[in-house]
């Protein structure tokens, strides 16, 4: 599975254009604003390798505590990509109907106690606008 980034950056570049899913709960949810705990893969391989260091063992949730709406997302790439944001919704397709996670959060209570309260996350849009432009643009891979 490729990070949805990716996809956005190719529909950008292919059509001008992201499309989202409407929504499945529009009296919780506008189209678009579904929710998800989106990570930096930075942060997350920063926090793995700091965990390395110290005596804390066991299974740890992987997010920012934070969660930020596919609208936002998009709204980043296009920022990153220097292009005026043109957002579609598009129909949920029928096999994901009642199984798509309108929300999902990561709960960073036990992480963040690991490393005294302090992730160090990346701010959302600065993650984005960053993988986006010294990334995915170039074609390069950290």
Request: aromatic content about 14%; overall charge negative.
């Amino acid at each position: 599975m490729s990070s949805a980034i990716c996809h956005f950056m190719k529909q950008v570049q292919d059509a001008g254009e992201v499309r989202l899913f409407k929504s499945s709960e529009p009296e919780k949810y506008a189209d678009g604003g579904q929710q998800r705990d989106f990570v930096y893969v930075k942060d997350a391989a920063r926090w793995t390798c700091d965990l390395l260091t110290k005596e804390a063992y066991g299974i740890y949730n992987v997010g920012t505590g934070t969660p930020h709406t596919w609208n936002a997302l998009a709204k980043a790439v296009f920022k990153g990509l220097k292009k005026p944001e043109t957002i579609q919704y598009v129909e949920m397709p029928q096999d994901l109907t009642g199984k798509y996670q309108n929300y999902t959060c990561a709960d960073m209570e036990k992480l963040s106690a690991a490393f005294g309260g302090d992730l160090g996350v990346t701010p959302f849009e600065e993650s984005v606008v960053e993988y986006v432009e010294q990334y995915l643009a170039p074609n390069k891979y950290w």
